[in-house]
């Protein structure tokens, strides 16, 4: 913890859990016929996720997947039952993120597999009809859970298989939903502050069987996290809708092909993890909670294949240095004030500003991004140095606007919120110049 600060929440040092973007780990689900057997698949799984008491929405989760599985009886293709599978797991997610009692998101889908497969199994040993719905979920489960619990979905395919003899066939495009794989095609956007960041990459099912993209709408203006996301027809579509997502700042951006895995920084980082929900996360980034996580695995595995393994994920806390920052931002400030900063005032709002922050968005000075310093600040220590750097924090904001190269009429609405009356800073989804 900084010697400014004392109470903030906790910093995101942890290790990236296995199977996330970054981990190294394959995305590849397998066949529904590959071994080991169900049984020993969910022993293990169940012994690796957290343990301890389930929270409330657990089991009515469950239920509530169970009740509402038929809905993708109606799926005519892949990309169909993979986007009612998303939206459905999404429902539960959402009680349990606005009662605040997030938490045991993977653990919750292995017992949603488990209890997909025994009414499946049920309904196919008494004779009834009511296993196709269940089945099929399974089929969905495969193509948005992470490996694990994809490989998981797919173990428990199989040991239904011996019962599915005596009845209808299967459509012929369920299996492609075990093999969706990106592309290679990436592009991304940037908004003018520089910290609302879009990533669109590229799908498809085996033999081009339909395509798409997905948007991940990456929010670095405090712990860099996927405020939206979703899958959309084409490039164009899914650059509209981040447009939407981000508001003025991203007017007119296009997005441009990423070229060099560094450029895809934002994506390894995109912070994901169900115990730290606010309780004000979008609908999409809820609904997409499992696909983004295995789209993110999804395109690291793919750029690895091809030689170009995306940076490995690290903590953004502790490890900048503020120097640069400091020197330059003192030469801008004694240029227009004819006199230097106080040098202990100027570190110290460098080394807060940079600390946590996203590198590429670190003149990033929206408003959202002001909120969310001034709850930095509020934890300070009260002394004359934070006094002091408080004092300065007009001017830091108008220097990163103008080294972001942002508008005056942008610059001003950042101003404005650092002299606005507190509010409190949110990670929602909405646009970060509101």
């Not at 009414?119 to 193509?143: F, K, N, Q, V």
């Not at 502050?193 to 991940?216: E, H, W």
């Not at 929900?277 to 993110?296: H, I, K, P, T, V």
């Not at 900063?341 to 922050?357: F, I, K, Q, S």
Request: some cysteine; hydrophobic content about 40%; overall charge negative.
């Amino acid at each position: 913890m900084s010697p400014v600060s004392r109470g903030r929440k906790p910093k995101k040092s942890r290790k990236r859990p296995a199977g996330r973007p970054g981990s190294g780990q394959r995305s590849g689900a397998g066949s529904p016929r590959a071994d080991p057997d169900w049984p020993t698949v969910l022993a293990h799984l169940r012994s690796r996720t957290r343990r301890g008491e389930e929270p409330f929405w657990f089991w009515p989760g469950i239920e509530e997947i169970l009740d509402e599985a038929g809905v993708v009886l109606s799926a005519d293709g892949p990309r169909a039952l993979e986007e009612m599978t998303s939206t459905l797991l999404g429902r539960p997610l959402r009680l349990a993120a606005r009662a605040e009692l997030a938490g045991d998101f993977d653990r919750w889908l292995l017992e949603v597999i488990a209890a997909l497969t025994e009414r499946a199994r049920g309904e196919l040993e008494a004779g009834g009809d009511g296993w196709e719905a269940p089945w099929r979920l399974l089929y969905g489960i495969t193509s948005v859970a992470v490996p694990p619990l994809a490989f998981g979905a797919t173990s428990a395919l199989r040991s239904l298989v011996p019962h599915l003899i005596a009845v209808a066939p299967e459509p012929s495009w369920l299996d492609a939903l075990l093999e969706i794989a990106a592309t290679g095609e990436v592009w991304k956007m940037r908004d003018a502050y520089g910290t609302r960041l879009a990533v669109i990459a590229g799908f498809t099912y085996p033999g081009g069987l339909d395509p798409s993209v997905f948007l991940f709408d990456i929010d670095a203006c405090g712990v860099v996290t996927i405020a939206n996301a979703g899958v959309h027809d084409d490039v164009a579509q899914a650059a509209a809708a981040w447009r939407r997502y981000a508001g003025e700042p991203a007017a007119g951006t296009e997005p441009w092909p990423v070229t060099t895995a560094d450029d895809l920084v934002c994506l390894v980082q995109a912070d994901q993890d169900e115990m730290d929900l606010d309780g004000d996360e979008s609908d999409s980034a809820l609904d997409n909670w499992f696909r983004a996580l295995r789209r993110g695995i999804d395109v690291a595995d793919d750029w690895k294949r091809r030689g170009t393994p995306l940076p490995a994920w690290k903590s953004l806390y502790g490890d900048a240095d503020p120097e640069p920052t400091a020197a330059a931002f003192t030469t801008w400030y004694t240029a227009r004030h004819g006199e230097p900063p106080d040098a202990d005032a100027v570190d110290v709002l460098a080394g807060e500003w940079l600390d946590g922050c996203l590198p590429e968005a670190r003149h990033g000075a929206s408003p959202h991004r002001v909120r969310y310093f001034r709850e930095v600040m509020g934890d300070w220590t009260v002394d004359p140095v934070t006094a002091e750097a408080k004092a300065l924090f007009l001017d830091w904001i108008r220097w990163n606007c103008e080294q972001a190269g942002v508008s005056d009429r942008l610059t001003a609405r950042s101003v404005a919120a650092a002299e606005a009356p507190f509010a409190q800073f949110h990670q929602n989804g909405s646009a970060c110049a509101p």
